[in-house]
């Protein structure tokens, strides 16, 4: 039996797994990326929470640790977005995944270079455009994922399905996928291959903090929420910080006085130097079945093995009942 | 190869296929439960918005349309449980769905009488509660489901995983269920089985309103919201009443403002009167993907057809790019 029925995404960016390490502020850098990369994934260095020349020398660093395709992970909506972009371009980079903001703006100049452009949505109507703007896939995020979230707060188990039948593109489907059979799950729902945010940010090659790290090991499945839904919706560890947004928001407060708590730097404190009272800890709700801290080639592993575990399960080999998934 | 590897809901209900029809208020009347059961699934009539009499006349009027195993829905927190348990047991029922409450106060009872009782759960905390209770397998529903929900807001995706390694009894999922691909989706997870609520809800024998089942076929993903989070959680499709209950919880309005704001019987004036308008609209997000209004048979034949392709193509068969899901 062929492990992967679909190979779309393998065809689309030349790796072995359908699985895209999401590019994550103050987590993916060049040593997580590049760890991807080499376990057969696509690795992204996250250009979000990177100054544009160090954003160049991460680029420049994954060159050094893999041979194989990598890619960069550009929000639209961030300041240094262009300078980012042509940094990428003249490094030669030819995978771009686009998130935060429209691709329109950006998409045919990166398909006049040549390259692979797949944008982040979180509703099918994004998707539909995305593929009129000449994107090449979707990344479909769903309300469980981490971080910055869509305000229409649909499901990965649903929004996958609606991409599914609204775009003839492929489509990634991202947000509460740490597991083999979460894999197996986005498979069946019409997916061509998954990317992964949460788990690899948990993960020895991660370059967040690690008391960050430890914090989600220790998080339950309802330790997160999605918060700051007047500003731009986030999904955020609980902790001292949230449990005041969280006061404000329900006293009604106004988007001048929640901008105000917020502040600046929050993710930055956070997640890159570990403050867990008082920083934005961003994770998806798979923070609960995340029990350790392992090297990326572990966690794809596991990912793989699991996979091909319950993917003959379903194929009618066992009966069993089946045991609970490590990830 | 076999059409179900697990087949531990079809031992435990005496039923053909792993599929529960969900118990929902003003909708799962004797028509719906028997066009389910007769369609070898489990149908379940809902008292959660019947009086007892009306309660006992559905049980006896199932018995008239089917021979098939069927049971019953039964919200613990609602003022005539005792009396509809006392009903039900007399009325032969062996098969109690319970929700809304805690099983432990009803679970001894229904076991000495030799019933199997599943309890319906939002968090893995409270599966290992049923377990240790006695219950003999639970109703994980997730955040996308329709009508009233968990305050954790743990998407399907995440919390069956999350259940099915917390407890040894079956898991059924809930939520986001809708389609041949979405019920593949939660066996990959590790789901027994599936419970599917608006689906069912959107067929002719269901007893929801006319104008209902068409406003559901006319909604998209993102047009169904949780709100009254401070009260009880509750998934509305988007209304005129919907939009204020909306605005008072952003300026922070107080439980006693929005219980007089909800009133009493909204949802009979939505969902049994057809009042589009100021009605309470209750559906899941799979709204976006139900676009008619079947029988029973044919939503039935659909999942069972469709989750044959999917289980096809993933055991490697085709490779083809899947088509989008008819539901």
């Given at each position: 039996m062929?492990?992967?029925?679909?190979?779309?995404?393998?065809?689309?960016?030349?790796?072995?797994?359908?699985?895209?390490?999401?590019?994550m502020i103050w987590n993916s850098g060049a040593k997580l990326a590049a760890a991807v990369s080499n376990a057969g994934g696509l690795g992204?260095?996250?250009a979000g929470s990177m100054r544009p020349d160090v954003f160049r020398e991460h680029v420049r660093k994954v060159r050094d640790l893999t041979t194989r395709p990598?890619?960069?992970?550009?929000?639209?909506?961030?300041?240094?977005?262009?300078?980012?972009?042509?940094?990428?371009?003249?490094?030669?980079?030819?995978?771009?995944?686009?998130?935060?903001?429209?691709?329109?703006?950006?998409?045919?100049?990166l398909k006049d270079a040549g390259a692979v452009v797949v944008h982040v949505v979180a509703t099918p109507e994004l998707a539909v455009k995305c593929e009129q703007a000449g994107c090449d896939a979707v990344v479909c995020e769903g309300f469980e994922a981490g971080g910055h979230n869509g305000r229409e707060e649909?499901?990965?188990?649903?929004?996958?399905?609606?991409?599914?039948?609204?775009?003839?593109?492929p489509v990634i489907a991202a947000g509460g996928i740490a597991t083999g059979a979460q894999l197996v799950a986005a498979l069946a729902l019409g997916a061509a291959g998954v990317q992964v945010g949460s788990r690899f940010a948990i993960t020895?090659?991660?370059?967040?903090?690690?008391?960050?790290?430890?914090?989600?090991?220790?998080a339950g499945a309802g330790d997160t929420h999605l918060v700051l839904k007047s500003q731009v919706p986030v999904r955020l560890l609980r902790n001292a910080f949230r449990d005041r947004i969280t006061l404000l928001e329900a006293r009604g407060a106004t988007r001048d006085e929640l901008a105000a708590e917020l502040g600046h730097g929050r993710a930055r404190q956070g997640m890159h130097e570990g403050d867990?009272?008082?920083?934005?800890?961003?994770?998806?709700?798979?923070?609960?079945?995340i029990d350790d801290v392992p090297t990326v080639a572990e966690v794809m592993r596991?990912?793989?093995?699991d996979a091909d575990v319950v993917?003959?399960?379903?194929?009618?080999?066992?009966?069993?009942?089946p045991a609970g998934p490590a990830c």
């Open positions: 062929p492990r992967w029925s679909d190979t779309r995404l393998q065809q689309l960016f030349g790796v072995e797994h359908p699985i895209v390490q999401g590019g992204l260095v996250g990598f890619g960069v992970n550009l929000p639209l909506l961030y300041p240094h977005t262009a300078e980012c972009l042509d940094i990428a371009l003249a490094e030669g980079i030819r995978i771009f995944f686009t998130s935060a903001g429209s691709p329109k703006k950006v998409v045919g100049r649909i499901t990965t188990l649903v929004l996958v399905p609606e991409c599914v039948r609204a775009v003839s593109i020895q090659e991660s370059s967040g903090h690690a008391a960050f790290k430890q914090a989600v090991v220790a867990l009272a008082e920083g934005e800890l961003e994770i998806g709700q798979v923070a609960g079945l596991r990912l793989l093995d993917l003959s399960r379903l194929a009618g080999g066992t009966g069993q009942a």
